[in-house]
């Protein structure tokens, strides 16, 4: 869908400007409205998540360029249609510049958020421009599932697994905080989070039964799990798949590597249940076809809460709270 000519005004000339820096990785932007065809759903379900990024909040512009802070937005709300196992359509931003800021800085932003949208096979469908007192960043998505997964299926004897390695943005995040400079992968976990978008669709497809990111981190996301499923989560923490970057941070605060890992947040991989028949058989085929290792991590049994044990201990686990 070709992008709409635009009338003048200032405004308009900072939409024009993110218009021809995207390109291909927009579409129809311009109009009041996205539109998506009939055909895109094609009998599936629509799934719709949207995502705030606020400046001081969720980033410090000193540890990121805003190419990485457009990026970090779009992809902590593709990691939500990761977690249903949908498959996305596109994505709108809603963007507040503050005052002063020049119209290059803009296009930067908007080109990382059109990066992170591309690297998932989608676009930019449009959004909003206005002022603000800092940067803030408030990405929808909008994606189709045949078999949409929540996070209130899991049942009594699934076993319950984990996506790709944990602790990288936490590493980074501390040493930012530190005033020192991150170790390359971790910040790079920390700057360009993946959605683990083929990882989630391959999930759905195989079985899952309930499933959602790991943005709070595992110890407050097993909880989120258990609740809205209504079952008891067993886990094993010295399990749980580390992250190599996490390993030295964990060390010298004098923590054990997996509580640590599992105290951090903004991994945005996937805590998921399977059926009791999925085996290592089965995520050897993940690792395959998607290049992420799967690690079986605790068992869904009857009751409710959690039970984290590491080593046999039993051990209660710290999560993150927006607003605590």
Not at 52 to 72: I, K, M, Y
Not at 185 to 202: D, T
Not at 260 to 279: H, I, M, N, Q, R
């Amino acid at each position: 869908m070709p992008h709409v000519a635009l009338g003048p005004g200032r405004e308009f000339d900072r939409v024009r400007a993110v218009q021809a820096a995207l390109g291909p990785a927009a579409a129809g932007l311009g109009d009041d409205c996205a539109v998506l065809p009939p055909a895109a759903l094609a009998g599936a379900a629509l799934v719709v998540s949207t995502d705030a990024s606020v400046e001081d909040v969720h980033f410090r512009r000193g540890w990121l360029t805003l190419e990485e802070v457009g990026w970090r937005a779009a992809a902590a709300a593709l990691s939500d249609l990761a977690a249903e196992g949908a498959e996305p359509l596109g994505l709108v931003a809603a963007v507040a510049v503050p005052a002063g800021a020049e119209d290059a800085a803009l296009t930067e932003l908007m080109r990382g958020v059109g990066a992170a949208a591309a690297a998932v096979g989608t676009r930019v469908l449009g959004g909003d421009l206005t002022a603000g007192p800092v940067w803030a960043v408030a990405v929808t998505v909008f994606g189709r599932a045949e078999r949409p997964v929540t996070r209130a299926g899991a049942r009594p004897g699934d076993g319950l697994w984990v996506t790709g390695a944990l602790g990288g943005a936490r590493a980074a995040l501390e040493a930012l905080e530190a005033g020192t400079a991150p170790a390359p992968a971790a910040r790079e976990r920390f700057a360009r989070p993946a959605p683990r978008i083929a990882a989630g669709r391959w999930l759905a497809a195989h079985g899952a039964t309930a499933m959602l990111d790991l943005s709070d981190g595992l110890g407050g996301d097993v909880r989120h799990l258990a609740a809205a499923s209504g079952v008891r989560l067993a886990v094993a923490l010295e399990q749980a798949p580390v992250a190599a970057d996490a390993v030295a941070p964990a060390r010298a605060a004098d923590v054990p590597v997996q509580r640590w890992v599992a105290e951090g947040g903004e991994d945005y991989e996937l805590l998921v249940t399977l059926p009791p028949t999925f085996g290592a058989a089965e995520a050897r085929a993940f690792e395959a076809a998607t290049g992420l290792a799967l690690t079986r991590i605790g068992a869904v049994e009857r009751g409710a809460g959690v039970d984290v044990r590491l080593a046999g201990r039993p051990l209660a686990l710290r999560g993150f709270d927006h607003f605590g």
